[in-house]
């Protein structure tokens, strides 16, 4: 689950790690109360008005500006509120903006240039370990720095026995060319990091930029967060910072029946029990030529209500062509899946509008069998599981 640059970084400050401070505004009133509130609190008579989308490069959309004063506040909030704000990262349509963060402008004017770092943490999957990726090269893309100076970026792999350990977190510093009391900071800067990332079972924490102010002080000016969704049901305030405006809608959907659906880029719908299976199933789609438009995993209880949800659910992906279903009876039996299948294509009527192949294996395989191949209905059935790929390549070729 995606968070929120403003959630981001108060999981940040609740966990030490300095940040630019802001308030999150939903009206140019509400934008300049903020403004003036933080006036009160830091003192800055700028403030940065930033847009509060899921998307990285909000910068280069113009989706972040700098007001000098109240009436540079109110009216830049006007302009970035509502707008559907490109960004090298949203589709062409671009994302609507729907809250803003005002926050404390922290590049004072005497800087000549800001040190920008970039930091992030995440689990590295080949070495099962969690890692600091880090750069001198902050502020910019850093997809760009990996492509044209990869020796500018270094990582800290952590032992999970013993967590990030002290003598770590000042190579870091001093791999950014840090000494002195910006050295001090950025100690406790990764720590606190580390240990916000790791406390708050997240699976990505990227800051960029990390930034040195003149007077020496590291703080989080961007906040990027995703947090694990298996781990949410232990971080109960975490988990109702969800925003479904920013989250695909047909994922909304499902996740609100009790399905777990990704959505994908191919055409082949599937329909499957156990994320296994639906894993193997997808592999298996794209050996025999296809391309998934879905991970779908029903769970368990694969009744007639849940197979008709699940149709529904898979048919609003208009790039659609053929849907598998792929069902192993263990504690299910075949012949109660095939039924519900059959109930929900008589339910369902004309909205199904592409062919469905479907294989059932397990207990009571072949009543469920003789059930789809005696039910009138158009669906093909399959008892292999090769068989079925192939015949839904048949049907898409067809
Ligand atoms: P992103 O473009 O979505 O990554 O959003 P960021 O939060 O990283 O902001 C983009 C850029 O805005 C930063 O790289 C900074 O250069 C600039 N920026 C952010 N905060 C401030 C600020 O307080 N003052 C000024 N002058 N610029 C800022
Ligand atoms: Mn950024």
Redesign the pocket.
């Known amino acids: 689950m995606n968070l929120h ?1 403003y959630q981001g970084k108060e999981i940040l400050n609740s966990f030490g790690v300095r940040i ?1 401070r802001g308030i999150v505004a939903n009206t140019p009133e509400e934008a300049v109360e903020a403004a003036k509130k933080l006036t009160e609190e830091t003192g800055t008579g ?1 403030h ?1 008005i ?1 847009a509060q989308v899921h ?6 959309g113009g ?2 500006k ?1 007001a000098k004063n109240l009436d540079e506040v109110k009216s830049i909030s006007n302009d970035i509120l509502g707008m559907m704000l490109v ?1 090298p990262q949203t589709s062409a349509e671009g994302k609507l903006v729907n809250q803003i963060l005002i ?5 004072y004017p005497g800087d000549s240039e ?1 040190n ?1 770092f970039y930091m992030s943490v995440l689990l590295n999957r080949a070495t099962g370990r969690n890692m600091i990726m880090y750069s001198t090269e902050g ?1 910019m893309d850093i997809e760009a720095v990996a492509e044209e100076t990869p020796h500018l970026i270094f990582t800290e792999e952590i032992d999970p026995a013993t967590g990030l350990l002290p003598f770590q977190a000042r190579k870091v510093a001093f791999n950014l060319g840090l000494s002195g009391a910006a050295f001090k900071e950025m100690v406790k800067f990764v720590t606190a990091l580390y240990t916000a990332y790791d406390k708050s079972d997240s699976a990505l924490f990227e800051i ?2 990390v930034l040195k102010t003149s007077d020496d002080k590291i703080m989080a ?2 906040a990027k967060v995703t947090l694990d969704d298996n781990a949410l049901f232990r971080h109960k305030d975490y988990a109702a910072m969800r925003d479904e405006r920013e989250e695909n809608p047909i994922e909304v959907e499902a996740r609100a029946a009790g399905l777990n659906y990704v959505d994908l880029d191919g055409n082949v719908g599937c329909m499957v029990n156990g994320a296994g299976l639906a894993m193997g199933t997808m592999d298996l789609i794209k050996q025999a030529g296809g391309d998934p438009a879905n991970f779908l995993d029903v769970g368990g209880t694969a009744d007639a209500q849940r197979v008709e949800t699940a149709f529904g659910i898979i048919l609003k992906d208009p790039n659609v062509k053929a849907i598998l279903v792929n069902i192993f009876g263990g504690i299910v039996r075949c012949d109660r899946v095939a039924q519900g299948v059959v109930d929900a294509y008589k339910n369902m009527g004309d909205k199904i509008n592409v062919p469905i192949i479907c294989r059932l294996q397990g207990t009571n395989a072949k009543e469920a069998k003789e059930l789809i191949d005696n039910s009138g209905m158009e669906i093909i059935s399959a008892t292999e599981f090769q068989e079925a790929a192939d015949k839904v390549q048949e049907v898409l070729e067809a």
């Open positions: 640059e630019q700028w940065v930033k998307a990285g490069g909000r910068g280069k989706g972040v700098l960004t926050a404390e402008d922290v590049y800001p920008e502020g960029n930029p000016v961007d």
